[in-house]
Structure formats: C-alpha cells, structure tokens
Nanobody, 124 residues
C-alpha cells in the first residue's frame, strides 16, 4: 500500500526558508513521478513543483527561482526547499505520486496517491 508522509512545515517570517520532506513507502519510488501541491483557504489546490522518474522538474511560475524540488531515491524521500517565502505561500502542502504522467505534471488530476499534508504559514 502506498504511503506518503509529509513533514517540515511550520511558521516563518517573510523572506525565510523551510524544507519540506515526504517519506514514501509501498511502491517502486524511483519509477514514479512525484509532486508538491498546496491548498490555501478560499483557493483551488495548486501544483507547485514536480519531479519525474528521470529527474526532470517542473515548477509553477509563482515559485520559480525560489523553490527547488529534489528526491533521494536511496531514502525514498521527496523534498521541497522553499526560500524567500512570501505570505502568499501560506497553505497546506501535500506531496503526491503517480506511476506515469499522461498530461501535465502539475495537474492534481494526474496523481493517484496523496499524503496528509503539512501546514506552512508565512507572516509578513
């Protein structure tokens, strides 16, 4: 059974940094596409970053140059390094996994498996 467990959220001031982690189990981690999504109150869930099995990455325009997605296949762990955080980055962050992406890697509809989320709060 696929399990995804996020950690690393918290409260920071604008301009600060956080690193989110997502520990994965129950499937061949290295062969899956992994993504980070966020959901803020009153907004739709948004794809933030994704990394495919070949290491290729995709980012939402709103986080390009500030966020970096990476993975450690040996540890079955996905990361999201978030720098220069802004109040508008405040949201619940989720990691997700899918075997094969048929369309856009930042589309939530592509993903089969989801973690429970970790809260990120950025104050001004």
């Amino acid at each position: 059974q696929v399990q995804l467990v996020e950690s690393g959220g918290g409260s920071v001031q604008a301009g600060g940094s956080l690193r989110l982690s997502c520990a994965a189990s129950g499937y061949t981690y290295s062969s899956y596409c992994m993504g980070w999504f966020r959901h803020a109150p009153g907004k739709e869930r948004e794809g933030v970053a994704a990394i495919d099995s070949d290491g290729s990455t995709s980012y939402a325009d709103s986080v390009k140059g500030r966020f970096t997605i990476s993975k450690d296949n040996a540890k079955n762990t996905l990361y999201l390094q978030m720098n220069s955080l802004k109040p508008e980055d405040t949201a619940m962050y989720y990691c997700a996994a899918v075997g094969v992406v048929a369309g856009g890697p930042l589309s939530e509809y592509e993903y089969n498996y989801w973690g429970q989320g970790t809260q990120v709060t950025v104050s001004s």
